[in-house]
């Protein structure tokens, strides 16, 4: 059976027995990638399989899976970070408001990897818009207030998420796994024009944001969903 794992935005092809598990699966992946099994998070539908049950199951979504994990290297940097020595210089002595360095809150609760779709044109402009959304200082005091962590903040494909009944602004995947916005406009999708034309506005998209992070709490759109979402809205 033939896997497809895409891992930030790379896509992997691997060929393994039908008898194959989901440790198979992830040995397979730890030496493509050097991403120990115990970092790997798969994306995949059906959610929820065991260790030692059977790859076909995965098959449902057409064996497509994506992958998000951090190697053990980058782990262990996150996890103690090195102390720099500060320069001596007179610069430093009098430099104003030196930016604090992260706290494990700031670690924690945040996007962990940007993911521009690469074969859309300009995804360099894709990646720098999710990379302002990340940093945006309204959304990082909504991620530590409530304590949000997201794995993947990722443009959503706009060619498989618009058909007849309309189009998909936003999606979260797992409670967090993955946030997906749409960035770009139905008008110009195809040239991929940096400026106005061909993005859809950055408010509008850090309102799709507001909306996908209030999915991490709740999963329908219910009352309890919509207060959380406009009071999200609201401190954006
Ligand atoms: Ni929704």
Not at 2 to 12: A, E, F, M, Q
Not at 28 to 33: C, D, F, N
Not at 35 to 61: E, F, V
Request: charged share 20%.
């Amino acid at each position: 059976l033939t896997y497809t794992i895409s891992h930030r935005s790379t896509p992997y092809t691997l060929s393994l027995p039908s008898t194959a598990t989901l440790s198979d699966l992830k040995s397979a992946l730890a030496s493509l990638t050097s991403i120990p099994p115990q970092n790997q998070k798969l994306l995949y539908k059906p959610p929820h399989l065991a260790n030692d049950s059977d790859l076909a199951a995965m098959l449902l979504d057409r064996g497509k899976i994506m992958m998000i994990g951090t190697p053990a290297s980058t782990v262990a940097a996150v996890q103690s970070p090195p102390t720099r020595p500060r320069p001596r210089t007179q610069k430093a002595a009098v430099r104003p408001l030196r930016q604090a360095p992260p706290t494990q809150a700031d670690i924690q609760y945040t996007f962990r990897t940007l993911q521009p779709l690469p074969y859309l044109p300009n995804s360099t402009h894709a990646h720098s818009i999710l990379s302002k959304l990340a940093s945006d200082p309204a959304v990082r005091a909504i991620m530590l207030r409530h304590k949000f962590s997201v794995g993947v903040l990722g443009e959503l494909d706009p060619a498989t998420h618009t058909n007849h009944e309309g189009r998909t602004l936003g999606l979260n995947t797992n409670r967090g796994a993955m946030i997906e916005v749409r960035l770009r406009t139905d008008e110009d999708r195809v040239s991929g024009s940096v400026g106005g034309r061909g993005w859809r506005r950055y408010r509008d998209v850090r309102d799709v944001l507001a909306h996908e992070l209030a999915h991490n709490v709740y999963r329908e759109h219910d009352a309890k969903f919509w207060r959380l979402c406009r009071q999200l809205e609201g401190e954006m």
